[in-house]
């Protein structure tokens, strides 16, 4: 199953704008337009991939890489502490099919999360 036919595909092809953070060559990191906290950021793979339940061992260093990331642009945001959230599947609350690091930051977090 690909995921380019979603919202983030269409960001990463150039055909919606996003308030963008970070990129290389691998990743895009940008705002969500509906931010959960002060800070609320998404990274996400260039690589079409759905979901944590789809990746394999073939994605276990772009995975690491998406993490380190995360931490990257949580900390460029002055975040000291942050979460980080992979929804995956629908009923996890996954809206958009294209895998996605939430980083949450900027106010204090609760736990368990709803
Ligand atoms: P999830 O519910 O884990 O699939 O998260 C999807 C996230 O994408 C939500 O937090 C949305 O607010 C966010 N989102 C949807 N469309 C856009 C967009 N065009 N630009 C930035 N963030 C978006």
């Given at each position: 199953m690909s995921s380019n036919d979603t919202i983030f595909g269409r960001i990463l092809r150039g055909e919606i704008p996003c308030d963008q953070v970070y990129a290389d060559d691998?990743?895009?990191a940008f705002r969500d337009i509906q931010p959960q906290a002060p800070v609320h950021l998404l990274v996400i793979p260039r690589e079409p991939l759905v979901s944590l339940a789809e990746a394999g061992e073939e994605h276990q260093a772009l995975l690491g890489h998406l993490l380190l990331v995360a931490a990257r642009v949580a900390?460029?945001?002055?975040?000291?502490?942050?979460?980080t959230v992979l929804n995956t599947g629908a009923?996890?609350?996954?809206?958009?099919?294209?895998?996605?690091?939430?980083?949450?930051?900027?106010?204090?977090?609760d736990w368990p999360p709803g």
């Open positions: 691998l990743c895009l900390r460029q945001e002055g975040l000291q502490a942050w979460r009923e996890a609350g996954q809206a958009v099919f294209h895998l996605h690091v939430h980083v949450i930051g900027g106010r204090p977090l």
